[in-house]
């Protein structure tokens, strides 16, 4: 996914979940939209130099896209959730997720039940396989990368309902794109959100395919490239 020219300020602080205030390298001060939810637990202090895209549409007139953290590693993280769903169906359209069965047709925002959407069903020789997205950016050291950055009630329903599906007969599969440019592995974030490390590895007991991705982020592109072991309690 390219990126059209961004400019490069300072985050002053972000407030409100989806605002941000941010010191452009010309003086200016503007806000931003900040399209992350979550906390983004260690990716606010030390206060990182920003990358701000203009925005299509809103409000304001530009969106936060990149985080470059000043903690001494320089790491980029990619601070868009509903931008890693684009990351991942760039590598589903060009064949990068080799764990996932064999598919012809890639639907977007799918309907399951009344109440909730998956990011993808894919379908092909074998039947549909059910996908959904998670970004995660949290980091805690070594190259461990862990979801999610705050409890989350909405993920762990996810999960709870992917289970369903494959006990149904059906096959699912959680992604985790890994938006950190310092990513090495994935795991759940149990001590901040036990509930979903719990239902992570029930999921994954009953036959749900989890798996995350790689990116290598830059002020250019963010491109998800290939499989990151995943870690699990016990199994180090």
Avoid at 59 to 72: F, I
Avoid at 187 to 203: C, G, H, Q, S, V
Avoid at 229 to 236: F, H, L, N
Wanted: proline share 7%; glycine share 8%.
């Amino acid at each position: 996914m390219k990126f059209p020219p961004l400019q490069r300020g300072r985050l002053l602080r972000r407030y409100k979940r989806f605002l941000a205030d941010i010191l452009l390298e010309d003086g200016r001060e503007v806000t931003a939209h900040c399209g992350n939810p979550g906390s983004m637990k260690g990716l606010l202090e030390p206060a990182p130099t920003v990358w701000l895209s203009p925005a299509s549409s809103g409000k304001l007139a530009y969106r936060w896209q990149l985080a470059q953290l000043r903690d001494g590693s320089d790491t980029f993280v990619y601070v868009q959730p509903a931008g890693a769903n684009q990351l991942i169906l760039e590598a589903l359209e060009s064949k990068r997720i080799p764990d996932l069965p064999a598919y012809e047709v890639i639907e977007s925002e799918v309907p399951y039940g009344p109440n909730t959407r998956f990011d993808f069903r894919l379908t092909g020789p074998g039947g549909m396989t059910w996908v959904e997205v998670k970004n995660a950016t949290l980091s805690l050291g070594a190259g461990r990368v862990a979801f999610p950055d705050s409890v989350t009630k909405r993920g762990t329903k996810h999960l709870r309902e992917l289970t369903e599906i494959v006990r149904s007969g059906a096959r699912a599969a959680l992604i985790f794109c890994a938006s950190r440019s310092d990513a090495q592995s994935v795991e759940a974030a149990a001590l901040i959100d036990p509930d979903y490390a719990a239902a992570l590895r029930d999921a994954r007991e009953n036959g749900v395919a989890v798996m995350a991705m790689a990116t290598e982020i830059s002020p250019q592109e963010v491109v998800a490239t290939k499989l990151l072991p995943m870690r699990w309690p016990g199994e180090d």
